[in-house]
């Protein structure tokens, strides 16, 4: 009897960690390299979410890309309120300027999606892989230095004058989609770091894609 007592202690003791690993709510932030139209930058990111079980979780994720040279578009025009002639689009600034100029400078772009994170288990108790997919809404905005070189004149009559520059800024919000996984390694019973690969597609009138790689850390309360 008391050794059978001794069993069933045991055995609810062990089982007690693992059930309290089953669920709980978890907060993660990430440092990644994401690339964007053609250019590498760094990116930050955060999530807050609920572990339902062992297997599935939701979340709640941001991704901020705080820098990055973004090409301009030449089939999306710039609109243009102040310039002059009251001109409405690069496609048409260009044909009445030929000498004009566009520099992309800046741009940056916010990313929130909700996820769905399915963990696989493995023999390893310290490793897990997961998977992640989701959608939600994503911001890009667009700075272009626009700078007239040359003042052009009816009847083909071009005249040098001081270049004139104007910053013109953009911004989009765009339906985003993202998939993705990655390897969860525990360090404590609550504390874990991770690596994942991530993709985005950002559905719009011309659709972008962005690849994220990084590393972070997640904590289950």
């Known amino acids: ?19 309290s690993q089953d669920q709980g709510a ?5 440092v990644s390299a994401t690339g964007m139209e053609s250019t590498t930058t760094f990116s930050f990111s955060g999530s807050a979410g609920y572990q339902l079980m062992r297997v599935v979780a939701f979340e709640i994720e941001a991704t901020a890309v ?37 520099q992309p400078t800046n741009g940056r772009a916010v990313i929130f999606t909700s996820n769905i994170r399915v963990q696989l288990p493995t023999p390893a108790t310290r490793i897990t892989p ?12 667009r700075t272009v ?13 071009a005249i040098p004058v001081r270049p004139i520059t104007q910053r013109v800024t953009t911004s989009a919000t765009d339906l985003a ?12 019973a609550e504390v874990a770091i991770f690596g994942d690969l991530r993709y985005f597609r950002l559905l719009a009138d ?15 309360f």
């Open 26 to 30: 978890t907060v993660a932030a990430a």
């Open 206 to 220: 011309q659709d972008s894609n962005i690849g994220r790689g990084g590393a972070g850390v997640r904590y289950r």
């Open 130 to 141: 997961f998977f992640v997919a989701g959608g939600g809404v994503a911001t890009v905005r």
């Open 66 to 102: 705080p820098r990055v040279k973004l090409p301009l578009r030449a089939a999306s025009p710039v609109p243009l309120a102040s310039a002059p002639g009251g001109i409405s689009s690069v496609s048409v600034l260009t044909a009445a300027y030929p000498g004009l100029v566009l």
């Open 1 to 19: 009897m008391r050794i059978a007592l001794l069993v069933v202690c045991l055995s609810v003791a062990a089982a007690s960690p693992v059930a």
């Open 177 to 188: 989609l993202t998939i993705g996984g990655g390897v969860d390694v525990r360090l404590a």
């Open 145 to 157: 230095d626009i700078t007239l070189p040359v003042l052009q004149l009816p009847r083909g009559v």
